[in-house]
Each structure stands twice: as C-alpha cells, then as structure tokens.
C-alpha cells in the first residue's frame, strides 16, 4: 500500500459494563479524500464509530490510527477532526460569527485572520452577511450551514457528520445532500457522514460501510452495494428489492419460482441453496406470453415518477415492479428482465468471500 | 362575557394579596419614613441615614452579605456540577434541600451548641491541645452559619441550569479544540449564567437583611441593615428611622435585582434546539 490511509481501525470493540457490546471487533481503513458514509439502522453503532474517531469515547479493545499514528488515548481537542452534530450543537450564547470564529479563537489566531477565515467559512456555506445574526434566528437548513462552516473553518483532515440532514425537511434534504457532496469535493477533505438514509448514502458517497449490530456487513461503492448486495439484509436496508429463495442449478444457471433462469453469477456449489434477487426497476411489464414470469397484478400505486405494482406469481411470492407503465389490477401479466438483473446471494457468506468470488467470476465470466 | 367576569373573580386573591402585603406595607413605610421621634413631618431621616454611621452600617452589611453569597457560589457551583454527573441526582440533590425545610431557628441554635463553650468543636480543640477557643459571636462563625443556611437556595438554580445544559455543546467546545477549562469558561459558565444570577439573588437579598443569624451567631458584633431596622424599631422605638433604613433597603433590592436580571438570549432554551 503506497497511501497512507487517513483513518484505521484495528480490530476496535466498544462495550459499555459487561453486556451491552455496541461494536465488535472492526477493522476498516479510509482513505484521504473521500466521502465515506455509515449506513445502518439505529443502534447499530455507526455513531460510535464517530464518537471514537472524534475522541469522545474510547474502544475497549483494538487500536485506531489517525494518518498511522495510534490516537486512542489523543483527547477530542487534540484531534485533526472536527463533528458536525446531529442537532448542529451551535453555542446559544455566541452569535453566527463567534461560533464559527469558537476553534479559531481557542487557537489564538490574530483578530484580522479570523475575520478573514470565518468570512471564507461563511461564504462557502452561503451565508454571506448573516455573521451578526443569533443563531436563534436561524432556520434550520441555515443553522446547518453554520454547524458546518465552523467545523471547516479549522481546515481539519476529517469532517465528520453525524446525521445532519435527519432534522431538515425533504426538499432542503436534498438539496443539502448536492451541497455537501459539492463542498467535499471542492475541499477535498475525508468526510465521514453517518445516516440511516439509504438515499443519502447513494446519492453522496464514494464508499458506503453498510452496518448492522455493532458489524459492517458490506462495504464499497453506491452501485456496488446497489447491485451486489452480499445479504438479505443489505438487499432490503438498501433501496427495494424483491428476495425470493432458489437453487443454483450451476455456473450462470439458476431455479427460482419454479423455473430456471440464465444468470451471471459462478462460483457457487451445484445445487446450492440460495436468495435471488431482483430490483422492482429491472423488472418490465410486458404480455403474459412473453414474460419470463407471470403474475397478477395486486395493487397499483402511483409514485409520481413510475407506478409501483404490487404483484404475486401462481407459487404466492411477491414481485414489486416499477414501471412507467401502467396495468389494471386483477390482471395477469408478464414480467420480463434480463440476466444481468438477477443476484444471487449466498447464505451467510463472509465479505471476504463475496468479494474473492465476484472478482473471480467477473475477471473472467462476463464482460461488463 | 362568562370567562371575563370569571377572570375578574381569579383576579381577587392576587389583587388582595399584592394590595395588603405589597402596595399597604411598603406604603406604610415610605409613610412612617417621613416623621421623626415626635411625630412631626421631616425628610431628617434620609439626611441621617447619609451619615458616617449609617453609610458605614450600609457598607459592612453589604459587605457581609457579598463574603456569604461568594462563599456560598464557591461552594454550591461545583456541588451542583459533580451533582449533575452522579447516577441519582434527584436523590443527592434531595439530601442537599431537605435541611432547607427545617426552621431557620432550630437549625441557629443548634449552632450555638456546636460552636458553644461547651460544645464540640472547642471538646475537640481541647483534646487535641489547641485549647478552647471564643468561635460563637465572631465573624467566622456568623459566615460560616449564614453560608449553611443559604447553600441549598444557591444550588438549586444552578444545579437546574447545569442540568438543562445540552451536553452536545461541551462535545462541539472540545472538538473545535477547547481544553476542559476553556470549555468551562466560555461555554458551561455563560450558559449557567443565568441559574448563578438566580442563586445571587436568593442569597444576596436576604443576606443584606440578615438579623436573627447576627443576634444569636454574631452576638450583634455584626450589624447589618436587618438589625439596625429591628434596633430602631423595637430598642430606640425610632420608627421613623426604622422605616427609612427600611427604603433603602428596598431600594437596594431592586437594584440588585435589575444587576441580577435574566437575559432572554440563550437563557431558556440552554442551547437545545426547539
């Protein structure tokens, strides 16, 4: 490994008193520069993970490396890293500009330099002019913005964002989550951005850690997770999905819903107990005679972008199905899809496993 | 028309009560202010009261009463601190209050046996060589009760401020690199800001007319604004004298009260968000 990687947590365990265990054992490493998210539902330790790497709490076990240095017993003031909390945490007492000037000010830095600084942090987050204001004049998306023009007011190395937007309606959701991914990478800082959003994760992230029960279950890229989900779990946290059980008759050759379908998955032992899954999106409506399976539409809801249908094959399993097209429920119709929409998933398999086995398959099965 | 005449009707007991032991009282005394020792009209009284005597009297009971709030702050701040950070809180806090609701008197006299001649501490300094000592009746003793006394007032509202205080801000004062100390004093400190005032208000006040404590404790080596009124009143039988040392001492606690005023900014939400 030639960069060194900013963040690293070895083996780290954090218990509180003899039972209640909130991480196990975890070992991941992040690099410089990127956007990293902590996906998972609550309580499944990825605000942990945070307050560890801010200070605020130390491991049980296992070490935790900032730029390769162990910094397990470095105090939160200490550290190259700087929160943007869940409910912003801005001083009541101190105007917009004092709180975003608060860690410059502890530095001692010169009057004219903080003026400076905090005018920059200002104008990065959009709020020019608003220096004056009392925070308790903000509205939220506003008070947001101050919450994180004071953390890079500091230039730490790491950002990290403990569920900012949870507070924030969904219109300025959005539009918050193109800011900050814009601002990362103008400012080309590690952030590390903690959320039960699927949404938010896909939409911002150069590596989602996919977590649940004091454990990353998957880690990578937005589309690899999408894709490739290594659970069922995973498949059904991360956007929606349709998981029936099958047999891997073979390599690309798989029984699900009473048929067999061409797939592109390999690697997996003849006749092996598996879940497939299929994206409600891959699915296309199509003429009973033509589809590959065919069911009956059970209820039709409009989403505005695409209808979603709710619909059952003849052996009772459940197929979401979006689609700009629409159907008249109570009748049969045909789903279509392409080989390339089934996953295959594996019981129980480690992540190393999955990964060993994609890249095997995909290096030499199919050309992407 | 029903809901405004019932407001009216909840209006009495308030308009009695400020009618008779407000507005009647204090009138009284600014009336009783104005006559001397025979009975005649005079502003002599306040010229009086700008005397040597009574400035000095004025200053030493002020003086008493600013040494007992700060040692009182001194003390109840970091009680009230570590009290937020134990497990019961409800629980110690409690232990702390309780005393407060046994009388006054008792709690005086039982201060005369421990502090006595006789009592334990001087038992104490004879065993242990030091001899008997003259503890009752000096300024010691006088701050050392009155402190007791007013310890519980001044906890409570800072206990109550510290409380309410967002423990997220000490998070974000120590992650934009503040130590413990400058965490303290430019986040914890501004906003308990308000629970302090609260608590210099319940101690300095009643402190500046303190009277029983000074009888029984300081053996009127101790004259504060509180006996000085009791003196004129029942000794001299000045009244007039009595009511305009009485005056002043209201006016003094409005000025204290308009020092120890509560500012909206930050005070009552303590830094959560709505």
Not at chain 1, 244 to 263: N, P, Y
């Amino acid at each position: 490994m030639t960069k060194q990687p900013i963040i690293r947590f070895d083996g780290v365990s954090k218990r509180y008193g003899d039972d209640a265990t909130i991480l196990d054992d975890i070992s991941f490493e992040m690099e410089r520069g990127k956007f990293y998210t902590l996906l998972g539902p609550s309580g499944c330790g990825k605000t942990t993970i945070l307050r560890l790497i801010a200070g605020f709490i130390e491991p049980t076990a296992g070490q935790i490396l900032f730029d390769g240095k162990n910094i397990n017993d470095v105090p939160p003031n200490e550290r190259q890293v700087n929160t943007v909390f869940q409910d912003y945490a801005l001083f009541p007492h101190l105007n917009v500009f004092e709180n975003v000037a608060f860690g410059l000010r502890i530095k001692k830095v010169k009057g004219p330099e903080v003026k400076r600084r905090v005018e920059e942090a200002l104008r990065f987050v959009n709020l020019e002019g608003y220096g004056g204001r009392e925070i308790s004049e903000m509205s939220g998306g506003q008070r947001q913005r101050v919450a994180i023009a004071r953390a890079i007011v500091n230039d730490p190395e790491v950002i990290l964002l403990d569920e900012p937007l949870s507070a924030l309606d969904l219109k300025l959701r959005t539009e918050m989550q193109y800011e900050l991914r814009e601002l990362q990478q103008r400012l080309g800082k590690t952030f590390i951005f903690v959320t039960h959003d699927q949404e938010e994760a896909l939409a911002m992230s150069d590596e989602i850690f996919v977590m649940n029960a004091g454990q990353i279950i998957q880690s990578g890229t937005p589309i690899d997770i999408y894709d490739e989900p290594i659970s069922r779990f995973v498949a059904d946290f991360i956007g929606e999905s349709n998981i029936v059980d099958g047999v891997m008759i073979r390599d690309q050759l798989v029984l699900f819903a009473g048929k067999e379908f061409e797939c592109v998955d390999a690697g997996l032992d003849p006749n092996e107990k598996i879940e497939v899954v299929i994206r409600p999106e891959d699915l296309e409506i199509t003429s009973p005679e033509k589809g590959k399976l065919v069911v009956t539409v059970d209820t039709q809801l409009f989403r505005g972008v695409h209808y979603e249908l709710s619909t059952y094959d003849k052996d009772g399993n459940e197929w979401l199905v979006h689609s700009t097209k629409k159907a008249q429920v109570g009748d049969e119709i045909g789903l279509d899809f392409d080989p390339e929409a089934i996953h295959v998933m594996r019981l129980n398999e480690s992540e190393e496993d999955f990964d060993r086995r994609l890249e095997s398959y995909e290096v030499t099965g199919h050309a992407e | 028309m029903q809901s405004k005449s019932a407001r009216a009707l909840y209006l009495i007991p308030y308009g009695a009560w400020i009618l008779l032991f407000v507005v009647a009282p204090i009138a009284l005394v600014g009336y009783y202010s104005l006559f001397d020792l025979h009975g005649s009209f005079t502003f002599g009284n306040y010229r009086n009261f700008f005397s040597s005597i009574y400035l000095r009297l004025t200053l030493s009971s002020f003086w008493y009463a600013f040494l007992i709030t700060l040692f009182s702050l001194l003390i109840a701040y970091p009680t009230a601190y570590y009290l937020t950070k134990t497990k019961h809180k409800q629980l110690w806090l409690l232990l702390i209050i309780i005393p407060s609701w046994i009388n006054l008197l008792l709690k005086t006299y039982a201060f005369i046996g421990i502090f006595g001649q006789y009592g334990p501490i001087n038992a104490l300094f004879a065993a242990i060589g030091i001899g008997n000592k003259q503890i009752l009746f000096t300024d010691f003793s006088f701050i050392f009760v009155s402190v007791y006394i007013f310890i519980p007032f001044m906890i409570l509202p800072i206990f109550n401020a510290i409380d309410r205080l967002n423990p997220a801000l000490i998070d974000a004062s120590r992650d934009l690199g503040a130590n413990s100390w400058t965490t303290f004093r430019r986040v914890i400190l501004p906003l308990t800001m308000n629970g302090v005032k609260s608590g210099i208000q319940v101690t300095f006040i009643p402190a500046l007319s303190l009277f029983m404590i000074t009888r029984l404790i300081a053996g009127n080596k101790v004259i504060t604004l509180g006996t000085a009124i009791e003196q004129q009143f029942l000794v001299t039988q000045n009244w007039g004298m009595g009511s305009t040392i009485a005056v002043f001492l209201i006016l003094f606690m409005f000025i204290i009260m308009l020092f120890t005023e509560q500012r909206e900014k930050g005070g009552t939400g303590n830094g959560r968000n709505r």
